[in-house]
């Protein structure tokens, strides 16, 4: 098992900055790739990055790319998402997830975290 909580979350005005953090327990952090996913009221769940397990590669959602920026710290089985340039349609709950194969879809990963709600007010 792997436990997920995410924190960070807020209400920031657009143009603005938020820093998201996913702290993780339980088993080796440091096997898992990481993603983070949002999902707005009515909406479905969205792909936002995805981080390998050593940190080397990741991958980002189209619509995040450039403002956006995924990292992890192994020392202290955390994962990180550096949101600039925030958008009022950047506004979601968002979750951190961990998967041993773990990519851009949500099915390939195990354990979700409850989530952090991020509000971006025009």
């Known amino acids: 098992q792997v436990q997920l909580v995410e924190s960070g979350g807020g209400l920031v005005q657009a143009g603005g900055s938020l820093k998201l953090s996913c702290a993780a327990s339980?088993?080796?952090?440091?096997?898992?790739?990481m993603g983070w996913f949002r999902q707005a009221p009515g909406k479905e769940r969205e792909f936002v990055a995805q981080?390998?397990?050593?940190?080397?590669?990741?991958y980002y959602g189209d619509s995040v790319k450039g403002r956006f920026t995924i990292s992890r710290d192994n020392t202290k089985n955390t994962v990180y998402l550096q949101m600039n340039s925030l958008k009022p349609e950047d506004t979601a709950l968002y979750y951190c997830a961990a998967g041993l194969h773990g990519n851009n879809w949500a099915r390939r990963y195990d354990y979700w975290g409850q989530g952090t709600q991020v509000t971006v007010s025009s």
């Open positions: 339980g088993r080796t952090f440091s096997d898992y790739n």
């Open positions: 981080i390998s397990w050593s940190g080397h590669s990741t």
